[in-house]
Each structure stands twice: as structure tokens, then as C-alpha cells.
């Protein structure tokens, strides 16, 4: 680790009068969250302004046998500018999640309506400036959190960006989510301990962050954490957004007053189907209720007021008239926002990347494949080491069972053909289950590469390559091992020996193979 030198602000190379003004620089600021009050001047060094516009926008799940379609999510429309930290709050099932997801490029599913950056269509390099945040935290027990966060800053990498160090921007996220006492601390999960649930959310956030995109989703990143915590964590995001220009994105369930304060807007959703009840700056949000006969009541957060309105079926449920409100009052108002930011096109994605210097092509990749496998590679081997377990299955126990078997059929050279056979079969048997020891490895590595490969970080190819540069050659040797033990103990002639131990590998291979397949699909 470099420690306090290598955490420098992105400007620190290039613009030491900026340094000179406590307070002003991006590291001051991570280490010393500001309120909402505070005003956040924007980065010199910030990253390429991209504007977000989002027309017709809706998703409805297919007909079912009675020829009717369930709507989750009502075509709705918006538009928000580089720099801003949007809240998208509603009760469950309001399509908070399926909203964020089609913005994010995230929805696989046919839906409708069109997603605009800067004005333009998106297209196949849209990953290289986006970043999503998930509500589940994917990543292996045996990881650190240093080495977690890395992971994520190698591979989304901006090569340009040569005045920020890797380790500046990993030191300078692990202080700004509280995570520098546990940088060297694992992951953890169900093979081995490691941070707890909150602090696992906190590393998932950052590496979110750690991607350095000019767009930022994260679907209910504060779960599960304490509410210092996720106030916390709300106010890195809103350091991000104001210093370095990134437009956020967030879901996220009934803040407290002084959290949901730090957000620049607020989108209200509500349920059955979903639908928008307000869209507009936080500060007016309570300002516009009041007009429509919804006022805050005194002392109670309006956050959770919005809900009760918002929320279908209680005592104070709104949810109709404020939809209808919203009709009324905002929603041309937004259309033609809209279409202004339509008419009046900037940079496409590709532009912006060229305009940082880039090495564009065609590919949704930061970093190019040998610098993807040298990472994944490093992973793989590290975690194994780490992982006794990942050692003694594939190696230990075919020893062990080499010496059982051996011994079972020990001085079987020496006998007729028929226990000869015998002998051949059980070894045949034992190679083509051993590969049923990895399936377990495959599965879980699946889950964690689909994941990755979702964000971008690297093609499905290079964990393929990977996992079978270092799984292979461990299976094969735990393989071989198994038959020499077995075929010694036993004293088998050396040309028999030889003609077994060609088969016996070869259907291993086979069966290893297959076994992977399954695990795979």
C-alpha cells in the first residue's frame, strides 16, 4: 500500500493552487463529508458531462393464458443533467428497480419507450461510461476489500486519466466509505468469516464508484446499513456527483430528513400499475404536496409522508389524485424538457471517449483481453492459494483415494485377467466422478463471472480461459496422481501401465469436460 502519498486529489499533479485552498480538493472532500448545505465546486479534472433523457419508458411483464399482460411500470419520461444525485423512491412493486434497470441498459426483457445520453442514442459503448450498483453483493469470500475495490478500478480503468493513480483512487474510496481499517480484512461468506452484511454493502458501493463513469445507477445501496451509515455512504455519492460531474442515479427506501436532503431530485413512483407522481427538484418537493392538499404534518419526515401517500390501500393513500396532479401540473412540463434536450443534441458516447484521449473501437470494454485475463488470472491463483479447501479436493483427495484403491487390489499385476479387469473398472469409475468435485466451484464461479461480465469488466471468454488455465492443469495433476498411486500399488506390467494411463486420462478429460459443461449451463 502507498499510504497517504498515493492518495492524491485528481487535480494534485496538475493544479497545486487549487491545493493550496483547504477544502477544495476531492480527497478533502471524501475524507470530510459535507452536508447539504455545502456547495461542492466541480473537479477541473471531472469526467466528461453526460446528460440523461428518457422518453415513453414502460414495461409490462408478457400475456398470460387469459390473453391479459401484467403493466409493472406505465410509459413515463424525464431528463437530468451531468452532476446531479437523483432519488427514485415508491413503495414495492412500484417499478423502481425495473426503471433504473432500462436507464442503466441493465433490462434484458422487451419494454418500451428510448433512453438518451447527451441527446443521443446510446449504442454498444454505452457500459464504458455507465456503472451499476446491484442489490446483491456478488463477490468471492476470500477476497479483501482492498483487493475488491481494485478489481473494479483496474478494469474500468480510464487510461487517459494518468494523473490519478489506481492506488490514489482505491486509498481515497476505502476512506470515504470507512472501509481503511478493513482493507486487509476478507469478504468472508459461508466458507470463511469476514466483514459483516453493512460493510460487505459498503464495498459494493464502492466498487461501484471505483468504475470512474459519468454515469452511475445503484439500486437501494444503503440496505441493510445503519442510518449514520447510509448517510455516510449518500454523501461519497453526492461528493461524487458534485466533484467529478457524474450523474447518479439511486434507489432508495425512506431516507431519513438529513439524507434525503443531500439529493439534487426526487422521482416518485407509485404501484399497481406503476406510475409517476412527481418529478422536479427535492427542495420543492414538500413546497408541491402542500399545493395539492398533501402538506407535511409537523415532525414527521416527509419521506416517509410521500410513501404513505404513495402507497395504495393505507389510511392516507393519495395515489390516484397525485398521479392525476401529476398529469396536470408537471408532466407537459417535462415533455418538453425533453424535447428540448432532443433538439439540441451533444456528445455521443464514442465523442466523449475520443475526447478523453481513448482508444475507442467497438467494444464495451475498458482494458483490452490480455489485460483482462492478467487480472482475472491474478485473482483465480490468489484465491486459490488462500482457499485450502480449492487445494485438497482436487489434489488430496485423489491421492487418498489412489491409496484405498491400491491397496484393495494390491500384487493385481500378478493375477489372472478377470480381477485385472475389475481393477480397470474401478479406476475408470473413480476418474469419470472426480470430476463431480468441481461442479460446486463451476456453479458458484458462474454466478460471480455472469455478474462481472454484466458490468462490463470482461468478456465471457477470458473467464473461461482463465478458469481452465488454472482448474485444468490442477484437476489433470490430481488425475494423474491418483492413477500412478493406484497402478503402482497394484503392479501392473509398465506396457499395460502405460495403455491404462493413457485411457484412464482420456476419459477423465471426457468426463471433466462434461461436468464443467453442466455446471456451466
Known amino acids: 500500500r502507498q499510504g497517504s502519498g498515493a492518495s492524491q486529489d485528481l487535480s494534485h499533479q496538475h493544479s497545486p493552487s487549487v491545493l493550496s485552498r483547504r477544502g477544495n480538493t476531492t480527497e478533502w472532500l471524501f475524507r470530510n463529508p459535507q452536508p447539504a448545505t455545502k456547495n461542492i465546486r466541480r473537479s477541473a479534472f471531472a469526467l466528461p458531462a453526460a446528460s440523461l433523457t428518457f422518453r415513453d419508458v414502460g414495461f409490462s411483464l408478457p400475456a398470460r393464458r387469459d390473453g391479459k399482460g401484467t403493466v409493472v411500470l406505465e410509459p413515463c419520461s424525464g431528463h437530468f443533467n451531468a452532476g446531479q444525485l437523483v432519488a427514485i423512491m415508491g413503495p414495492s412493486g ?21 433512453v438518451f445520453v447527451n441527446g ?49 483512487w482505491v486509498d481515497l474510496l476505502l ?86 436532503q443531500l439529493f439534487d431530485d426526487l422521482v416518485l413512483l407509485t404501484t399497481n400499475p406503476g406510475r409517476m407522481a412527481f418529478c422536479g427538484p427535492m427542495g420543492s418537493a414538500e ?64 465523442e466523449m471517449l475520443q475526447a478523453e484521449g481513448e482508444r475507442v473501437g467497438r467494444r464495451p470494454y ?37 491409496c ?35 461442479l460446486i466451484t463451476i456453479v458458484t464461479d458462474r454466478i460471480l463471472m455472469k455478474h462481472e461480465a454484466e458490468e462490463r469488466l470482461y468478456c465471457e471468454g477470458v473467464s473461461a480461459l482463465a478458469s481452465f488455465l488454472v482448474d485444468a492443469p490442477l484437476a489433470l495433476i490430481g488425475a494423474l496422481l491418483n492413477v500412478l498411486i493406484m497402478v503402482r500399488i497394484a503392479g501392473l506390467d509398465p506396457e499395460v501401465f502405460l495403455t491404462v494411463l493413457k485411457w484412464a486420462l482420456l476419459l477423465f478429460v471426457v468426463y471433466d469436460s462434461l461436468f464443467a459443461f453442466v455446471g456451466a449451463v
Not at 99 to 110: F, G, V, Y
Not at 319 to 325: P, Q, T
Not at 326 to 350: N, W, Y
Open 94 to 114: 412500484c417499478g423502481k428497480t425495473t426503471l433504473l434497470d432500462i436507464l442503466a441498459m441493465k433490462k434484458t426483457s422487451k419494454h418500451e419507450g428510448e
Open 120 to 168: 443521443q442514442q446510446r449504442g454498444v459503448l454505452f457500459p464504458r461510461i455507465a456503472a451499476y450498483v446491484s442489490q446483491e453483493d456478488f463477490m468471492p469470500a476470500y477476497w479483501t476489500v482492498e483487493e475488491a475495490i481494485r478489481f473494479n478500478a483496474v478494469l474500468k480503468r480510464q487510461p487517459q486519466r494518468k494523473h490519478q493513480a489506481v492506488d490514489g
Open 175 to 260: 476512506s470515504a466509505f470507512s472501509l481503511g481499517d478493513l482493507a486487509d480484512s476478507r469478504i468472508g461468506g459461508m466458507e470463511t468469516r469476514g466483514i459483516s452484511g453493512g460493510q460487505r454493502r459498503r464495498v459494493t458501493l464502492a466498487r461501484g464508484v471505483a468504475a470512474h463513469a459519468s454515469l452511475l445507477f445503484c439500486d437501494e445501496p444503503t440496505s441493510g446499513l445503519s442510518a449514520t451509515d447510509a448517510e455516510l455512504c449518500v454523501k461519497a455519492l453526492r461528493t461524487v456527483s458534485k466533484r467529478l460531474g457524474v450523474l447518479c442515479f439511486v434507489v432508495i427506501h425512506q431516507p431519513r430528513h438529513e439524507v434525503a
Open 287 to 350: 413546497g408541491y404536496f402542500a399545493e395539492h392538499d398533501c402538506p407535511v404534518p409537523a415532525n414527521v419526515n416527509p419521506t416517509d409522508h410521500y410513501m404513505d401517500l404513495l402507497t395504495p390501500g393505507t389510511r392516507l393513500d393519495k395515489a390516484n389524485d397525485l398521479v392525476a396532479a401529476f398529469a396536470r401540473s408537471q408532466k407537459q412540463g417535462i415533455d418538453m424538457q425533453v424535447s428540448e434536450a432532443l433538439d439540441s443534441p451533444g456528445q455521443t458516447v464514442e
Open 366 to 402: 475498458a482494458v483490452g483481453f490480455c489485460k483482462q485475463l492478467a487480472t482475472i488470472l491474478r485473482r483465480k491463483v490468489r484465491l486459490l492459494l488462500r482457499n485450502q479447501m480449492a487445494l485438497v479436493l482436487p489434489l488430496v483427495v485423489p491421492m487418498v483415494q489412489g
Open 404 to 438: 484405498i484403491t491400491g491397496f484393495m487390489f494390491a500384487g493385481i499385476g500378478e493375477r489372472g485377467l478377470l480381477r485385472q479387469v475389475m481393477f480397470a473398472f474401478c479406476l475408470l469409475t473413480m476418474l469419470c466422478l472426480a470430476g463431480t468435485m468441481s
